[in-house]
């Protein structure tokens, strides 16, 4: 049994993984993708990769419970869920079979822009820098403690394309980054803080190009 990922949309995020599996990047398959959305263009790149996937619609469940347990029954065996691009918040039914075993991305600094539309809100809050983050599943949204981040500028003509798209190739870098070194048995979760083992880390944060004066 390899790996899971969840989607609910277009799916750059489960290609970048199906990308680094194929390169030999992450040393393990994609045993399975599960979607809530029955549409999401993610399907299409199962298919061209012929990799097996299951849509589970939350609609078909009364509570979020049934929902959940359905998605813990088909997700049994697997190493790691990864929610990329998946619109649904989990909670104690998936929990307790996964806290710890399961990962998100989201696009912004977290504790920043949790939540929907993150990259409009932050253009509109007219912060200078924003990124991606990929962080371990808990109950709150967006909340769970943080594996990586990448930062991302904010330009001065940014709209919210063009901000997505820059976020973006960023996301693609850190979740494969992610996914090989939790396979690799690397990440470590002390309480709230994440160490991963040998990872080389820069010696100094990202800054702005400070002027003299
Ligand atoms: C990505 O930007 C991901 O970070 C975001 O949805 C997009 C999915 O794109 N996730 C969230 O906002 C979760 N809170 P994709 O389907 O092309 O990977």
């Not at 399907?43 to 299951?54: D, G, K, T, V």
């Not at 307790?96 to 991305?105: S, T």
């Not at 599943?137 to 063009?162: F, K, R, Y």
Request: hydrophobic share 40%; aromatic share 10%; glycine share 8%.
């Amino acid at each position: 049994m390899g790996f899971a990922v969840l989607v609910s949309g277009r799916g750059t995020n489960l290609q970048a993984l199906i990308d680094a599996v194929k390169e030999g990047k992450i040393k393990e398959e994609i045993s399975l993708v599960i979607s809530d959305n029955p549409k999401a263009y993610a399907l299409r790149r199962c298919e061209e990769n012929q990799i097996p996937y299951e849509v589970i619609p939350r609609e078909k469940f009364k509570t979020r419970e049934e929902f959940e347990g359905e998605l813990v029954k088909a997700l049994k065996g697997v190493k790691l869920v990864v929610l990329a691009g998946f619109m649904r918040i989990l909670g104690k039914t998936f929990l307790k079979e996964f806290y710890g075993k399961a990962i998100n991305i989201h696009p912004s600094l977290l504790p920043s822009f949790k939540g929907l539309r993150a990259q409009r809100r932050a253009l509109s809050y007219g912060v200078k820098y924003s990124g991606c983050s990929v962080h371990f599943v808990d109950e709150s949204v967006d909340g769970g403690p943080i594996i990586i981040q990448a930062v991302v500028p904010l330009l001065p003509n940014d709209d919210e394309e063009t901000l997505e798209k820059r976020i973006l190739q960023y996301e693609h870098r850190i979740l494969p980054q992610s996914v090989k070194w939790f396979l690799e048995g690397r990440v470590k979760l002390f309480g709230r803080k994440v160490l991963v083992e040998g990872a080389k880390y820069g010696t100094y944060p990202t800054n702005p190009k400070l002027e003299d004066f």
